[in-house]
Nanobody, 126 residues
Framework: QVQLVESGGGLVQAGDSLRLSCTAS????????MGWFRQAPGKEREFVAG????????YYADSVTGRFTISRDNDKNTVYLRMNSLKPEDTAIYFC???????????????????WGQGTQVTVAS
């Protein structure tokens, strides 16, 4: 079955960096668009970043543009989220998700994604 396993979360100070990883199994990874979402306590799950199956297109929420970078290694079945200049408001559980590509794929919509990981906690202390 399809599995997405996130790692790399933790407790950091404001201004620090983290790199999250999400490794997939049970699917042809290079055929899937990937996304990172996050959910803070009491809030809805929100889009953070997305990357096209080929790696040729990346997309970001306004709140993380310039600070976060999404990338993928199709040989390792892994997608990454590099997070720099972390802020307390970045505190959340971070989830990776995937879906087969299609025309007019909307990376920002959580409803596009078929499979989800269990999440990794990121806490940014002020």
């Amino acid at each position: 079955q399809v599995q997405l396993v996130e790692s790399g979360g933790g407790l950091v100070q404001a201004g620090d960096s983290l790199r999250l990883s999400c490794t997939a199994s049970g699917l042809t990874f290079r055929s899937y668009n990937m996304g990172w979402f996050r959910q803070a306590p009491g809030k809805e799950r929100e889009f953070v970043a997305g990357i096209k199956w080929s790696g040729t297109g990346t997309y970001y929420a306004d709140s993380v543009t310039g600070r976060f970078t999404i990338s993928r290694d199709n040989d390792k079945n892994t997608v990454y989220l590099r997070m720099n200049s972390l802020k307390p408001e970045d505190t959340a559980i971070y989830f990776c998700a995937c879906a087969p590509d299609r025309n007019y794929f909307v990376f920002r919509s959580r409803y596009e994604y078929t499979y989800w990981g269990q999440g990794t906690q990121v806490t940014v202390a002020s």
